[in-house]
């Protein structure tokens, strides 16, 4: 196994726990707010853990950036819709994703009512998720 075939394999399985957590995020922020329940330490370590797994992804990925034969600089990059996509688009799709939950996250500890919290979550948390479904759906399949 080479060091791109087992980056490109840890990358693709963790995106499973970093979908869980966020959506596990969203679902417990939502019941909150939805049932006027007060934040929790225990929503706020939810909340951190599925922004530390996206975060985690991130590294993950930026390390495999840079070893994928995939991304690749050239005049033929932009004219292959998959060296353009894992070149340009995927990296830029999961980072405006992840700067949405970043966002999210900072607002939910700076609100000052329980209510205002798991709203922040659910906001920013669904809109990252959606985006990040978008941008695996998008993946190109030759």
């Not at 922040?120 to 978008?134: D, E, K, R």
Request: net charge positive; hydrophobic share 55%.
């Amino acid at each position: 196994m080479t060091a791109y075939s087992f980056l490109q394999h840890l990358h693709s399985g963790f995106r499973y726990i970093v979908l869980a957590l966020i959506l596990a995020a969203i679902i417990g922020a939502l019941i909150g707010l939805i049932g006027k329940k007060p934040y929790t330490n225990g929503s706020r370590k939810l909340n951190l853990f599925a922004m530390i797994s996206a975060h985690t992804q991130l590294l993950i990925g930026i390390i495999l950036y840079f070893v994928s034969p995939l991304v690749q600089f050239n005049s033929e990059t932009m004219k292959n819709k998959v060296t353009r996509y894992f070149t340009v688009e995927h990296w830029v799709i999961m980072l405006i994703a992840l700067a949405l939950i970043t966002i999210g996250h900072s607002k939910s500890k700076k609100a000052a009512t329980g209510e205002a919290r798991h709203k922040a979550i659910v906001t920013f948390y669904l809109i990252g998720l959606v985006i990040i479904l978008a941008g695996i759906i998008l993946i190109p399949r030759s």
